[in-house]
Protein backbone atom coordinates (compact mmCIF):
# COMPACT_ATOMS: atom_id res chain seq x y z
CA UNK A 1 0.00 0.00 0.00
CA UNK A 2 1.12 3.54 -0.90
CA UNK A 3 2.02 5.69 1.79
CA UNK A 4 0.18 9.43 1.76
CA UNK A 5 2.86 12.20 1.82
CA UNK A 6 1.12 15.12 3.34
CA UNK A 7 2.52 19.07 2.52
CA UNK A 8 2.11 22.13 4.25
CA UNK A 9 3.07 25.55 4.09
CA UNK A 10 4.19 28.57 6.57
CA UNK A 11 6.41 30.73 7.33
CA UNK A 12 6.81 29.18 11.09
CA UNK A 13 8.85 32.36 12.83
CA UNK A 14 8.47 31.10 16.57
CA UNK A 15 6.83 28.06 16.83
CA UNK A 16 3.76 28.31 19.15
CA UNK A 17 0.73 25.88 19.91
CA UNK A 18 -0.96 26.70 17.12
CA UNK A 19 1.69 25.41 14.72
CA UNK A 20 1.77 22.32 17.21
CA UNK A 21 -1.67 21.70 16.65
CA UNK A 22 -1.87 21.96 12.88
CA UNK A 23 1.15 20.22 12.28
CA UNK A 24 -0.46 17.52 14.63
CA UNK A 25 -3.75 17.55 12.61
CA UNK A 26 -1.66 17.80 9.27
CA UNK A 27 0.33 14.56 10.34
CA UNK A 28 -2.91 12.41 10.49
CA UNK A 29 -3.99 12.68 7.55
CA UNK A 30 -1.25 10.73 6.25
CA UNK A 31 2.12 8.80 6.74
CA UNK A 32 4.82 11.33 5.79
CA UNK A 33 4.64 15.33 6.81
CA UNK A 34 6.46 17.50 4.35
CA UNK A 35 6.33 20.99 5.79
CA UNK A 36 7.52 23.79 3.55
CA UNK A 37 9.01 26.93 5.00
CA UNK A 38 8.26 30.25 3.40
CA UNK A 39 11.70 31.87 2.22
CA UNK A 40 12.24 35.63 3.90
CA UNK A 41 11.42 37.37 0.78
CA UNK A 42 7.97 35.62 0.50
CA UNK A 43 7.03 36.70 3.85
CA UNK A 44 8.38 40.00 3.54
CA UNK A 45 5.61 40.30 0.51
CA UNK A 46 2.74 38.59 1.98
CA UNK A 47 3.29 39.62 5.88
CA UNK A 48 4.75 43.29 5.13
CA UNK A 49 7.77 42.58 7.34
CA UNK A 50 10.92 40.26 7.10
CA UNK A 51 10.54 37.24 9.85
CA UNK A 52 12.29 37.49 13.22
CA UNK A 53 14.70 34.19 12.40
CA UNK A 54 16.12 33.48 8.74
CA UNK A 55 14.22 30.97 6.30
CA UNK A 56 17.18 28.69 7.55
CA UNK A 57 17.08 28.76 11.05
CA UNK A 58 13.11 28.26 10.83
CA UNK A 59 13.62 25.36 8.63
CA UNK A 60 16.05 23.67 11.00
CA UNK A 61 13.52 24.66 14.05
CA UNK A 62 10.27 23.01 12.47
CA UNK A 63 12.62 19.73 11.10
CA UNK A 64 13.32 19.27 15.26
CA UNK A 65 9.67 18.58 15.50
CA UNK A 66 8.51 15.05 15.87
CA UNK A 67 5.45 15.31 13.34
CA UNK A 68 7.53 16.53 10.79
CA UNK A 69 9.11 14.10 8.33
CA UNK A 70 10.60 16.37 5.95
CA UNK A 71 11.05 20.07 5.35
CA UNK A 72 11.38 22.10 2.16
CA UNK A 73 12.43 25.20 1.44
CA UNK A 74 9.37 27.29 -0.29
CA UNK A 75 10.20 29.40 -3.58
CA UNK A 76 11.73 32.31 -3.84
CA UNK A 77 8.84 33.90 -6.55
CA UNK A 78 5.64 33.32 -5.59
CA UNK A 79 3.50 31.29 -7.48
CA UNK A 80 6.20 28.85 -9.24
CA UNK A 81 5.01 26.04 -7.25
CA UNK A 82 8.17 24.11 -6.99
CA UNK A 83 7.71 22.54 -3.44
CA UNK A 84 4.60 21.08 -4.71
CA UNK A 85 6.32 19.58 -7.67
CA UNK A 86 9.16 18.43 -5.75
CA UNK A 87 7.21 16.98 -3.17
CA UNK A 88 4.33 15.66 -5.30
CA UNK A 89 1.93 15.11 -1.98
CA UNK A 90 -1.39 13.29 -1.82
CA UNK A 91 -2.64 15.52 0.13
CA UNK A 92 -1.95 19.51 0.75
CA UNK A 93 -2.97 21.59 4.42
CA UNK A 94 -3.96 24.57 4.42
CA UNK A 95 -4.19 25.80 8.13
CA UNK A 96 -7.49 27.87 9.02
CA UNK A 97 -5.81 31.56 8.13
CA UNK A 98 -4.57 30.31 5.01
CA UNK A 99 -7.53 30.82 2.77
CA UNK A 100 -5.81 32.55 0.04
CA UNK A 101 -3.01 29.92 -0.06
CA UNK A 102 -6.11 27.52 -0.26
CA UNK A 103 -7.60 29.06 -2.81
CA UNK A 104 -4.73 29.67 -4.92
CA UNK A 105 -4.07 25.78 -4.58
CA UNK A 106 -7.45 25.21 -5.86
CA UNK A 107 -6.70 27.47 -9.21
CA UNK A 108 -3.02 25.54 -9.55
CA UNK A 109 -4.55 21.86 -8.91
CA UNK A 110 -5.14 21.27 -12.91
CA UNK A 111 -1.80 22.11 -14.00
CA UNK A 112 -0.07 19.67 -12.18
CA UNK A 113 0.65 16.00 -13.25
CA UNK A 114 -0.84 14.25 -10.76
CA UNK A 115 -3.62 15.12 -8.24
CA UNK A 116 -3.45 15.98 -4.58
CA UNK A 117 -6.83 16.49 -2.10
CA UNK A 118 -6.48 19.98 -0.40
CA UNK A 119 -7.96 19.95 3.02
CA UNK A 120 -8.08 23.23 5.18
CA UNK A 121 -8.13 22.71 9.14
CA UNK A 122 -9.79 24.16 11.61
CA UNK A 123 -8.49 26.83 14.19
CA UNK A 124 -7.06 25.07 17.54
CA UNK A 125 -10.23 25.50 20.29
Known sequence: MKSVKVLVFGTFDGIHDGHRFFLKEAKKLGDMLVVC????????????????????????????????????LGDVDLGNWSSIKTAEPDIVVAGF????????????????????????ID???
Not at 42 to 58: D, F, H
Open 123 to 125: KME
Open 97 to 120: DQIKLREALENILPDFHFVFKIIQ
Open 37 to 72: VAQDSVVEKLKGRMPKSSTVERAKQISELPEVDSTL
